[in-house]
């Protein structure tokens, strides 16, 4: 990862891309949009635009583990993804994400969000709880 600079987190699902951006001093992860899935290049385009928009010097894409720690079909399309967008040229840490979405969930619910609420939201806090804690290991030294 570059030293300093914004990083953008990704939850990349097989419908949606939740997308969360950090500031430059890799404080705090904020939620930013949910990007719907459709075509990959559709997609790339898209990232690439946050990227410009928003000065990006990296990302940060959860990697959806199984409990155990081992790979799934849907680890390996995270992978797979990563790979495509290496060609924006900007560095990829993958962080293990097993408990951001049920977090995110649980922290929702407990705040009285409705389902439709929670479908809207679930996407980019889901990316922004993976990039918290990636930053948190980062500048912690983790």
Known sequence: MPE??????LDVGTRTIGVALCDAGWHIATGAETIGRTKFAKDKTRLEAIVLEQAVRGFVIGLPL????SESPRTQSTRAFARNIAALGLPILLWDER?????????LIDADAS???RAE????LAASYILQGALDALVGGF
Do not use: E, I, N
């Open 121 to 124: 939201l679930v996407d980019k």
């Open 4 to 9: 300093g600079g914004r990083l953008a987190g």
């Open 115 to 117: 389902r439709a609420r």
């Open 66 to 69: 199984s409990m155990d720690g």
């Open 99 to 107: 408990w951001s979405t049920q977090a995110v969930t649980r922290t």
